[in-house]
């Protein structure tokens, strides 16, 4: 069982030579004996996933099993789950638990999915490391070469991230703002789908920055994100940038190939500074592609450098509006104080991370009188500037191919001090979260130190099959079969 996949899991669950009562006792026993590692899981959730088997295996025994019916799933502790503790990794929610469901997690049980319990996260979705939530940072499941060194798994999806890596889960859902899908997916060798901005919906997710958060899926191959992906989308009422227009069968799309298909290759995504082992791997991902069939073509997207501030702005100054409801009034852990303000004031010191507070602090000074316009209003033309830097190329070409991070993950000791180099995580991710356009990231090969190293596929709005179809070339074409050294795997 440590070696299935969440397609090969469905089809002998399907087959009835694997009950979801021992699928979801595996996984259970293997969160137990090796998460204290890893520490992906806030809260587990063990009795509920045990009724969920049950329920699963009696509907396997009828023709009526729903498409993830039986198969285990861990959910980013950013989706309110009825009845189950949610606490966005901060202690400001430390003791909430929602009495409604998010809809995408709806969507999940409605197909049958179990859930073994909450991943772990940068606290509000706020950081590129998972180091700044209140319940611990999360350790990667990989190592460097004959090094015993923690390793940071990326964020704000970490705890996500690493349990997939780790062979804790068949798959989980992960939250995507500026890249904390795609970045800890390349940190920790496996697959995730940003999808277009509006394809899933945002009900009952905490909001960290409301004009960027989109969910999706993380999962060990290109298949098995297609899977999730066509059961967490879909039009929803409750949310009003929720898009409707139908949820294609993704998976149909995975043996498209890419022959005919034009790939752009964006000049300014390669820097001086790239190292040497990533520039090396996207010109390898340009040859697999060229091979299978598709033109190469070079773009521009000449905005990209303003693509990291103008996130910054935008996405902090609605954190700041987002976060004002956690008060210890109206949600939160409550410190009480002599006077209201006082309250408000212990409350938050006491609830928020540095990470959330400084960002609070960021977001709402550009929102302040006489700096509005000098910068959000500015951020805001720049990302219609952005925005038309994509469709201009998407004019020429199809797909864009380029890095998904500009390192390897790094050491939990080697975290940047200086806010804004942690910051630079995201420099290749951000600008398709700005334009609003769907995004993967695939394991392709390891770096000099047997680290995991992921390409990034960008494509048009609402073009996911597209995605998946190259994604699935480019899968084959690298093979990549590498696990961690901390793999449940290896105690069996």
Same mark, same amino acid.
């Given at each position: 069982?440590?070696?299935?996949?969440?397609a090969?899991a469905r089809?002998a669950?399907?087959?009835?030579?694997l009950?979801?009562?021992?699928l979801?006792d595996h996984?259970?026993a293997s969160?137990?004996?090796?998460?204290?590692?890893?520490?992906?899981?806030?809260?587990?959730?063990e009795?509920?996933?045990?009724?969920g088997?049950r329920a699963?295996?009696?509907?396997?025994?009828?023709?009526?099993?729903p498409?993830?019916?039986?198969?285990?799933?861990?959910?980013?502790?950013l989706?309110?789950t009825?009845?189950v503790?949610?606490?966005?990794?901060?202690?400001?929610?430390?003791n909430?638990?929602?009495?409604?469901?998010?809809t995408?997690?709806?969507?999940?049980?409605?197909d049958?999915?179990i859930?073994?319990?909450k991943?772990n996260?940068d606290?509000?979705?706020?950081?590129?490391?998972?180091?700044?939530?209140a319940?611990?940072?999360?350790?990667?499941?990989?190592?460097?070469?004959?090094?015993?060194v923690?390793?940071?798994p990326?964020?704000?999806s970490?705890?996500?991230?690493?349990?997939?890596?780790?062979? *804790?889960a068949?798959?989980?859902?992960?939250?995507?703002t500026?890249?904390?899908?795609?970045?800890p997916?390349?940190?920790c060798?496996?697959?995730?789908?940003?999808?277009t901005?509006?394809?899933?919906?945002r009900?009952?997710?905490i909001?960290?920055?409301?004009?960027?958060?989109?969910?999706?899926p993380?999962a060990?191959t290109?298949?098995?994100?297609?899977i999730l992906?066509?059961?967490?989308?879909g039009?929803?009422?409750?949310?009003?940038?929720?898009?409707?227009?139908?949820?294609?069968r993704?998976e149909?799309? *995975?043996e498209?190939? %890419?022959?005919?298909?034009?790939?752009?290759?964006?000049r300014?995504y390669?820097?001086?500074?790239l190292?040497?082992?990533i520039a090396?791997l996207?010109d390898?991902?340009?040859?697999?592609?060229?091979?299978a069939?598709?033109?190469?073509?070079?773009?521009s997207?000449?905005?990209t450098?303003?693509?990291?501030?103008? $996130?910054y702005? %935008?996405?902090?100054a609605?954190?700041?509006?987002?976060l004002?409801?956690?008060?210890g009034?109206?949600?939160?852990?409550?410190v009480d104080a002599?006077?209201l303000d006082?309250?408000?004031?212990?409350?938050?010191?006491a609830g928020?991370?540095?990470e959330?507070?400084r960002?609070?602090?960021?977001?709402?000074?550009?929102?302040s009188?006489?700096?509005?316009?000098?910068? $959000?209003l500015?951020?805001?033309? %720049?990302?219609?500037?952005?925005?038309r830097?994509f469709?201009?190329?998407f004019?020429?070409?199809? %797909?864009?191919?380029?890095?998904t991070?500009p390192?390897?993950a790094?050491?939990?000791?080697?975290?940047?001090?200086?806010?804004?180099q942690?910051?630079?995580?995201?420099?290749?991710t951000?600008p398709?979260?700005?334009?609003g356009?769907p995004?993967?990231?695939?394991?392709?090969?390891?770096?000099?130190?047997?680290?995991?190293?992921?390409?990034? *596929?960008?494509?048009?709005y609402?073009?996911?099959?597209?995605?998946?179809?190259a994604?699935?070339?480019?899968?084959?074409?690298a093979?990549?079969?590498h696990?961690?050294?901390?793999?449940?795997?290896?105690?069996?």
């Open positions: 069982m440590h070696d299935l996949t969440l090969s089809k669950l399907r087959e009835r030579r009950s979801a009562v021992e979801t996984f259970l969160i137990r004996k090796f998460d204290g590692e890893i520490n992906s899981f806030v809260t587990v959730t009795d509920q996933a045990r009724a088997a699963a295996d009696a509907l396997l025994a009828t023709d009526n099993a498409s993830l019916c039986g198969l285990p799933l861990g959910i980013k502790d989706f309110c009825n009845g503790r949610t606490t966005a990794s901060s202690n400001i929610l430390r909430f638990v929602p009495p409604y469901e998010s995408v997690t709806s969507n999940l049980l409605a049958g999915a859930f073994l319990g991943m996260l606290e509000f979705a706020m950081g590129s490391t998972n180091m700044t939530s319940f611990g940072p999360v350790t990667n499941p990989w190592r460097r070469k004959n090094s015993d923690k390793l940071v990326g964020g704000s970490g705890g996500s991230a690493a349990a997939v890596a780790a062979g *804790l068949l798959g989980t859902t992960g939250t995507d500026g890249g904390s899908i795609r970045q997916a390349a940190f060798g496996i697959t995730g789908i940003k999808p901005y509006g394809r899933c919906s009900f009952g997710t909001a960290f920055a409301s004009s960027l958060d989109q969910a999706g993380m060990r290109m298949e098995d994100c297609a992906l066509e059961s967490m989308a039009f929803d009422p409750k949310d009003s940038t929720s898009v409707d227009r139908p949820v294609p993704y149909d799309a *995975l498209r190939g %890419v022959k005919g298909l034009k790939v752009g290759i964006p300014e390669r820097p001086d500074t190292p040497a082992d090396a996207w390898q991902g340009i040859a697999w592609l060229r091979d069939g598709a033109e190469i073509v070079d773009v997207l000449p905005h450098k303003y693509g990291l501030p103008t $996130y702005i %935008v996405a902090l609605e954190a700041s509006s987002n004002a409801r956690y008060d009034v109206r949600f939160g852990e409550r002599g006077t006082e309250l408000y004031e212990a409350t938050r010191h928020f991370g540095e959330v507070r960002r609070i602090l960021m977001g709402t000074y550009v929102l009188s006489g700096y509005y316009d000098a910068y $959000y500015r951020a805001q033309k %720049v990302r219609t500037l952005i925005q830097d469709l201009n190329a004019e020429k070409v199809d %797909v864009l191919l380029t890095p991070a390192s390897a790094f050491a939990h000791s080697e975290r940047p001090t200086d806010p804004v942690i910051y630079l995580n995201d420099i290749f951000v398709a979260s700005m334009a356009v995004a993967l990231s695939l394991p392709a090969g390891l770096d000099h130190d047997g680290l995991p190293l992921g390409l990034q *596929l960008i494509g048009r609402f073009e996911e099959e597209t995605l998946f179809a994604g699935r070339v480019m899968e084959k074409a093979g990549f079969t696990k961690p050294a901390l793999h449940a795997g290896a105690f069996a």
